[in-house]
């Protein structure tokens, strides 16, 4: 997909990777609406981001993505602004065991609400005109972590979610790719101002991911392959850190359940086919 005039909605991009994301669509000419529940930090970015690439193409709306009726608005927002949205980014959550419920509310359900707001919008059966749906998860979302267990849960839930819309019968005829965004722990202020009692044994965690964190922009970096890739519905991309950032993708290839792993070296080679798997 060519992101050049596409109408974006993105969750979450006040800061962190989210932010990286709305910068890297709107280099390439996206139009970018973006949402997040801190109005201060949006604003800021808002004002950044339209001094670099102009108020035409970004646009700010403070929106809680646990508020179904918020969402909607924020949806219907940047379908007015842009014409449709083509491109949906669900990146909004957080991380803190002692309020599980509320991560399930933002990880899992607000993750949820976006992708349908998308579907609804974008099916081609139903008069839209196709898209890609990228939901940020994790590679807690693949993997047990015993240093978070609800959060862990919470990421699941949506690789189970997004990978089933991207298996639907009906997926070419609706024309919406899905897919999930899997890092492992990325320097953000999610993970530099996490609290000692926000997750389990975190001194052993620090250990174990302080060789191996990630930096936003090589995340960024897959999240537009993933976009820009039409062979990716169903991809789960994981990005870990080998020397430098090392991408393996997992995508469903055929509707027998078959997942192949693809092992991508080279963070260059943008395009994969099943003839890849070795
Ligand atoms: N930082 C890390 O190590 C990793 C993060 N992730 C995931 O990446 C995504 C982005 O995380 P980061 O950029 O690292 O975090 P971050 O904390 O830097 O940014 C998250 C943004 O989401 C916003 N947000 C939180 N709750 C919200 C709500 N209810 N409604 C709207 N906006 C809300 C925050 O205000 C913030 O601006 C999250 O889904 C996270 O789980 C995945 C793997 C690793
Ligand atoms: C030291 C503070 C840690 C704070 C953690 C904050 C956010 C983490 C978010 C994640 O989604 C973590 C991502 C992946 C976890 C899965 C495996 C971790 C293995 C260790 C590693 O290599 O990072």
Redesign the pocket.
Known sequence: MDVKDKGVFLTGGARGLGRGMCQALLEKGAKVLFCDVNADTGRAAEAELQGKYGADHVIFSQCDVTDADQMKASFQRAVSQWGAVDICVNNA?V?DERIWEKMIQTNTMGQIRGSQLALEHMRRDEGGRGGVIVNTV???GL?P?H??PA?CAS?HAVVGYTTSWARNPMAGAMGVRWCCLC????NTD???S?QED??FD?DN??E??A???LQPEEVVQAFMRLVEDSDNNGAILEV??GKGATYRKRQLVDMDGVSNPMVVDNPSQTSLKPSDVK
């Open positions: 959550g991380m994790s590679m807690a993997i972590c240093w978070f959060y990421k890092p492992v722990s990325v999610m993970m530099t996490l926000q997750i975190m965690f620090r174990r991911a060789d191996t964190m870990w850190r």
